[in-house]
């Protein structure tokens, strides 16, 4: 019972930050039609800039505040230099530049400033550890499943009820249509790119309270994880994102905690390949099932 407990809680609170990422990447997607892959940068950029304030000796909430910013000026500062200028090239066109920014990025961490793993300094509240029974959670893993839902309630009020939501949501339906129509293309891309980045910021947040250092390297495997989330749960609606993040947080850990001790070093291939049968069952992600039934 114990066990079913710790499962619930950390993975909701993996497969909410994984459901956070994937979320950024869905809306950049459902508007520009391709996968910004620069998107785990700035998972660094929080990671740095948490660095940086905390050394600076500025008390963790508002360190907290100015560190997700970051994440949202970095996120539209690479829409308007990187993505802006290409915007009606190939497709291919904008995805070779998100891989070239990803390493240009991830290269001037480590020359810049260190290719090694920093510490980050954490609060004692953020790590304490809450018993519940024989079993518990730390404070991070409860934040983790209130931000998220806060976020998930937020974005889908903002998109349903606000005229740049709405102005988004017609964007993703069609772009050349919603233009014709008198919506501005720079705005409302200009938005998806911030609402991504604060989204990335707080699931940083997240991954760094639980991992309590920053590296060049840092945004990568949750990039991985989140792009096959979006992919595993659906492309066609940010729906899909969410139910993708929170089931691949849920294999991830159930895999980490049920298998044997001689078999955990495989558990992201078995993870994967669990993904890999169900995308053969529904090649359009598990929002695919949901839609059937309606």
Not at 43 to 62: Q, V
Not at 255 to 268: C, G, I, N, W
Request: aromatic share 12%.
């Amino acid at each position: 019972m114990e066990d079913v407990f710790s499962v619930l809680i950390i993975g909701l609170s993996v497969g909410g930050m994984y459901a956070l990422l994937a979320l950024g990447l869905a809306l950049v997607f459902g508007i520009l039609g391709f996968i910004n892959f620069a998107h785990g940068e700035l998972i660094a950029i929080t990671g740095y800039a948490t660095y940086f304030l905390i050394m600076s000796g500025m008390p963790f909430i508002l360190v907290l505040v100015f560190a997700v910013l970051s994440a949202m000026i970095g996120a539209m500062a690479i829409e308007r230099i990187a993505f802006r200028p290409i915007r009606n090239a190939y497709l291919t066109t904008g995805i070779l530049t998100s891989f070239g920014l990803e390493m240009i990025i991830q290269s001037s961490w480590s020359n810049l400033i260190s290719p090694l793993r920093l510490p980050i300094k954490r609060p004692d509240w953020l790590i304490q550890f809450w018993e519940i029974g024989d079993s518990g959670f730390s404070t991070y893993q409860g934040l983790a499943i209130v931000l998220t839902l806060i976020s998930l309630i937020a974005l889908s009020l903002f998109l349903k009820k606000t005229t740049m939501g709405l102005s988004m949501q017609a964007a993703a339906a069609d772009f050349p249509v919603a233009q014709l129509m008198g919506i501005r293309a720079n705005r409302v891309i200009a938005t998806a790119f911030a609402i991504s980045g604060l989204l990335a910021g707080i699931a940083a947040f997240l991954w760094i309270a639980q991992r309590g250092s920053c590296d060049p390297f840092m945004g990568f495997n949750p990039l991985i994880k989140a792009f096959i989330a979006l992919v595993f749960g659906g492309m066609s609606r940010l729906s899909g994102a969410v139910i993708g993040g929170i089931l691949i947080g849920f294999i991830e850990v159930g895999l980490r905690t049920y298998l044997p001790d001689s078999a955990v070093q495989f558990q992201e291939p078995i993870a994967y390949f669990i993904v890999i049968i169900i995308l053969m069952r529904w090649p359009d992600g598990l929002i695919s099932v949901f839609r059937k039934q309606e």
